[in-house]
């Protein structure tokens, strides 16, 4: 039997199929979880993003509009939720000048050689580059896809993916 | 590699450090969701409160027939309003047809408490009640259409309150009990 497609699923969901939804999170919430945690670099915002993502979802399951990527719209509502988190705390710490980090996430013991500079690189990223680095090189979203993610215009999406590759570049040719 | 002509060219200064093996290493330092979260996000969609109207309609209109389906129900309305009324100035007004309701919550330690159900179409941020008053009330008053209506009170934006003045109640299908109020 063939596999449903991700439309069907959206459409079974909506009906209160609760097991079609179901399978539309184990299919994307790896991506979805993976683009909150680059934003955010922080693993426990990203799972609580992940999950406020999916539960929009569920709200808005009516507002999906048929033909689009499924993935692609998972995607723009956990951006846009992870933009209003940083306004939001961005407010809250206005009185506070010091408290910008760099927060590297850990690279796990055994993978690419590269991947402890590559995670060093990407942390020192402005978190509008990581973002739009993290959809075309890291998700495989073409730039007019990752421009429609994160609601920018296409050369705001060229600009940032090469401004975040050559500092990328810049800074593992100074580590090296 | 063969070249992608949507990416923008990136200087090659050092070969070190290539587009291509920037590109592969990036490629394999994707992060996945960790175990469990998957379980966790469904029992919170299965306890999260229903949106039938809007789901319903969902069901119902293909997408591609909303946006023109709206405004057409709208200029409908709009013209039944007319014909219902009367033109301006033909007719006595009539009396609107809401009914104000009183809510009231005693809640003296909670930092927010807003009124969520069928008519916000279970979306919360949009009826706010004031308080508290010296005796740790909550209140609001609503015009509500006449009809059936289901409610619940979210206090400090988590904590599902049945309204233990309602004179109905009815489980809500997800371990939650919604206040019933018949106008």
Redesign the interface.
């Known amino acids: 039997m063939d596999e449903p497609t991700d439309a069907d699923l959206v459409d079974r969901s ?3 199929d ?1 097991d079609a ?2 399978e539309l ?2 299919r994307h ?2 991506r ?3 683009l909150a ?2 934003m955010t670099q922080s ?1 426990a915002d990203a ?1 609580d993003l ?2 406020e993502t ?2 929009r979802a ?2 808005k ?6 033909g689009h990527s499924v993935g692609n719209w998972l995607l723009a509502m956990c951006a846009n939720l992870t933009k209003n988190m940083f306004r939001t705390r961005t407010r809250q710490r206005q009185a506070d000048a010091g408290h910008a980090e760099m927060r590297v ?1 850990q ?1 796990p013991d055994r ?2 050689p ?2 402890p500079a ?2 060093h690189a ?1 942390a020192r990223l402005d978190p509008k580059e990581r973002a739009a ?1 993290t959809l ?4 495989g979203l ?3 896809e990752v421009a429609e993610v994160l609601r920018i215009g296409l050369s705001a999406t ?1 600009m940032r ?2 401004r975040g ?2 500092h ?2 810049t800074w ?2 100074d580590r ?1 | 590699m063969t070249p992608d002509r ?3 060219p ?2 090659e ?2 070969p ?2 290539t ?1 291509e ?3 592969e ?10 175990p469990g ?2 379980d ?3 029992r ?3 306890a ?1 409160p229903k ?1 039938p109207v ?2 319903w ?3 119902w ?4 027939w909303r946006e023109a389906l709206i405004p057409a129900l709208a200029g409908a309305a709009a013209v039944w309003l007319v014909l219902a009324r009367g033109f301006p100035g033909s007719g006595p007004a009539r009396p609107d047809d809401g009914l104000k309701v009183a809510f009231e919550l005693h809640a003296p330690s909670a930092r927010s408490v807003e009124l969520v159900g069928s008519f916000t179409e ?2 919360p941020g949009v009826l706010r009640l004031e308080g508290p008053d010296a005796t740790g009330h909550w209140t609001a008053t609503v015009t509500l259409p006449p009809g059936r209506h289901e409610y619940q009170f979210l206090v400090d934006g988590r904590e599902w309150v049945p309204d233990p003045l309602a004179e109905v109640r009815r489980p809500d299908g997800f371990g939650r009990v919604n206040a019933v109020l018949d106008l």
Request: with cysteine; hydrophobic share 40%; aromatic share 8%.
């Open positions: 909506r009906r209160g609760i939804f179901a999170v184990r919430q790896d979805v979880y993976h945690c680059r693993p799972a992940t999950q999916f539960l569920h709200r399951l009516h507002r999906y509009r048929e996430l690279a993978g690419h590269d991947r590559l995670e990407l680095v075309h090189y890291m998700e073409s730039l007019p060229k993916v090469h590759l050559r990328m570049q593992l040719e090296s | 949507t990416t923008p990136v200087p200064s050092d070190a450090w587009e093996r920037l590109r290493g990036l490629a394999q330092c994707r992060i996945a969701a960790p979260l998957a966790r996000i469904l919170e969609v299965e999260a949106t809007r789901t309609i969902g069901m209109w293909p997408a591609r279970w979306r």
